[in-house]
């Protein structure tokens, strides 16, 4: 204000806000010069006010500035043992709210649309070896936020608004460096929740102290088989274990669980041991949960096999009785201690694209590791029984699926003791005949993590016929199907697709020629009967090519997706399409917008079809031989194979 410039600070009160608001005359005043800052994170706005007259006005200009308690990060975090640092301008902050499904109440948040001009970071530094392990969430493309060690990014989900656990392992020695962080001009926000940081050679399981003893809140080792001992910390009994300890482990198959029960918290949590893409198993030592934790499809709950005693063997088993809610799972008894499981085995020749697949027959070995033990297989997918077949070598002809157990003799009797093995082996030799075409000129093999085979399916008629696809698939696993055929002519190339998640993005369809050069097509597709079955259509020239399917899972998705093929047909014949208005003075017919009666097109192809009415007439419906055809003037109908048939179909 004119006339108030100066250095005199006589009469001038200092207020402020902690907001970050500029301050106002009911905004609080400093006392004896300080500022005392309660709630781990403010930004200070501090303001000059001197008195004129009856009011008092700001009489300079409005500092600002962000202080954070570190503290109150380490309490976000859950980890006393670190210390963090944050931007100061753009900073991550606590968030304490509750929040269903966050892994725990407190975790540090960053808004880096607070500006659009600075990045957002959080770091901190470990000395090594050792593994680290936390949470995130990123309401962003993972590729607009990272997570560094030593300036290497180490993030690969894209999986935007949701929680994934991750596991470093960090093996050099000496200090490094972590830094979470948003970039400049980034509209959005992340969260981090339970960082936690695991020397070499300490225990990998972290403990929380309850009432009754402790409950295992989190695993940060990267073993592939676990056992979780009876007692932590002190010999104290573990009385509870957390589901989301193991959540989003990569490496783990297998978990065992105390000899005693144990309750489990977050058993029905999809961030939890739902989200191991590599568990096979879960071994309950002791009496089973009341509640199972979520699992993937794949995995399999064992459980004492004693539990079963006294049961007929027309009642179901005691894990049927007790879990009849968890039809979605499976359970096996078990005699412990768990013996190794059988090892499927077959010559190491070279089949072109997988060692699965196989034409003619196939010789395969199926052995167990352990001394004391037998083995008992299955060849059509079910589980092996102490009376199931044991004759090793086997040779297989047709595809096959192997289900193999290791048993011990205990008082007599033949007692399953290890998990089960499975391999699935493809004739590709009868993917011909399941997918309608002849022996000559057709080629098949399958290539990936899992090959894929003839089986039966329900199509869209409701009906199950043979068809060839894929098992269902884990995270990160591909799953090829190559067909090689030959086009005499130009023609059309059809064939019918199953997709488990209705038109999975996750697969694809190529053609290659036969210089191996991508062919471009346009390819019409139309769902059928509103199923999961697609028929796509395309038109190629003549020549030789090679059709590619493949499915292949993205890290982030547990579901098990597959997908199929059937009814594939190349090099369509040429005939006859005939439409006729009913009396010829009546109209006039259209096949794809083209006037006339009688066309030519290639079988399996769509066409539209369409009848103008002429004057003083009026469109009634079509007439499709016997049937009482269809009221729409303008429709689709596809031409049929008029061999052998006694009527023409067109």
């Known amino acids: ?108 948040e960053s808004f880096s649309k607070h500006t659009n001009s600075r990045e957002s970071w959080l770091q901190t530094s470990v000395t090594g070896p050792g593994m680290l392990s936390f949470w995130w969430r990123a309401s962003l493309v993972v590729s607009d936020f990272t997570f560094a060690v030593d300036g290497v990014n180490q993030l690969t989900y894209d999986d935007r608004g949701f929680w994934h656990k991750e596991y470093v392992s960090i093996e050099g020695e000496g200090q490094h460096s972590l830094r979470w962080a948003i970039p400049a001009s980034t509209y959005y926000s992340c969260d981090l929740d339970l960082v936690i940081w695991t020397p070499a050679g300490e225990s990998c399981f972290v403990y929380e ?56 918290s977050n058993y029905d949590s999809t961030y939890g041991l739902k989200k191991c893409r590599n568990l096979e198993s879960i071994f309950f030592r002791g009496a089973p949960p009341e509640s199972p934790p979520r699992l993937p499809c794949w995995t399999t709950i064992y459980y004492p096999y004693d539990y079963d005693a006294g049961l007929d063997e027309d009642e179901p088993t005691w894990a049927k009785i007790t879990y009849s809610y968890r039809y979605d799972m499976v359970f096996l008894p078990i005699a412990f201690p768990v013996a190794e499981a059988p090892i499927i085995s077959y010559p190491d020749t070279t089949r072109g694209t997988s060692s699965t697949s196989f034409t003619g027959s196939l010789e395969i070995s199926i052995d167990a590791p352990d001394e004391d033990t037998v083995v008992r297989y299955t060849t059509d997918g079910s589980y092996p029984g102490a009376d199931s077949l044991s004759e090793s070598p086997l040779t297989i002809t047709n595809t096959t699926v192997i289900t193999a157990r290791a048993f011990r003799n205990i008082n007599g009797d033949y007692v399953p003791c290890s998990a089960i093995t499975r391999r699935s082996f493809a004739n590709t030799d009868e993917f011909n005949e399941a997918v309608g075409l002849g022996a000559e000129g057709f080629s098949f093999t399958t290539s990936g993590d899992q090959p894929w085979i003839n089986k039966m399916m329900p199509h869209s008629t409701g009906e199950e016929s043979p068809a060839v696809g894929t098992e269902r698939l884990r995270p990160g696993q591909t799953s090829s199907l190559f067909l090689v055929f030959t086009m005499e002519e130009e023609g059309l190339v059809s064939f019918e697709q199953y997709y488990s998640e209705y038109s999975s993005s996750s697969a694809s369809f190529v053609i290659y020629d036969a210089d191996n050069v991508a062919v471009r097509f346009t390819k019409t597709s139309t769902r059928l009967n509103y199923s999961n079955w697609y028929k796509h259509t395309l038109n190629l020239p003549a020549g030789i090519y090679t059709a590619v399917w493949t499915l292949t899972v993205p890290d982030t998705i547990f579901y098990g997706p597959t997908i199929a093929i059937d009814n594939f047909r190349a090099g369509s014949l040429r005939c006859t399409l005939t439409l006729l208005c009913e009396p010829e003075e009546g109209g006039t017919t259209y096949a794809n917008n083209v006037q006339g009666s009688d066309f030519e097109f290639m079988v399996d192809q769509d066409v539209t079809i369409k009848a103008v009415e002429n004057d003083d007439y009026l469109f009634t419906h079509w007439n499709d031989g016997d049937d009482d055809g269809d009221d729409d003037v303008e429709r689709t109908i596809t031409v049929l194979d008029p061999t052998d048939q006694p009527t023409d179909p067109n």
């Open 209 to 264: 102290q309850i009432e009754d003893g402790l409950k295992l809140v989190a695993y940060t080792g990267n073993d592939a088989h676990v056992t979780i001992p009876d007692a932590g910390d002190g010999g104290q009994t573990i009385v509870e274990i957390d589901a989301l300890a193991f959540g989003w482990h990569p490496s783990l198959q297998s978990i065992s669980f105390p000899t005693q029960s144990v309750k489990i």
């Open 1 to 108: 204000l004119a006339g108030m410039e100066g250095t005199d600070t006589n009469g001038v009160t200092l207020r402020y806000t902690l907001d970050g608001f500029a301050p106002a005359l009911d905004s609080p005043a400093v006392e004896n010069g300080t500022i005392t800052l309660n709630d781990g994170y403010a930004t200070v706005s501090l303001a000059p006010f001197r008195a004129l007259g009856d009011e008092e006005l700001p009489c300079g200009p409005t500092v600002m500035r962000r202080y954070i308690d570190t503290s109150a990060i380490n309490a976000a975090l859950d980890n006393d043992d670190l210390d963090f640092s944050t931007d100061v301008i753009v900073p991550w902050t606590p968030d304490n709210s509750f929040e269903y499904g966050s892994p725990s109440d407190g975790r540090m």
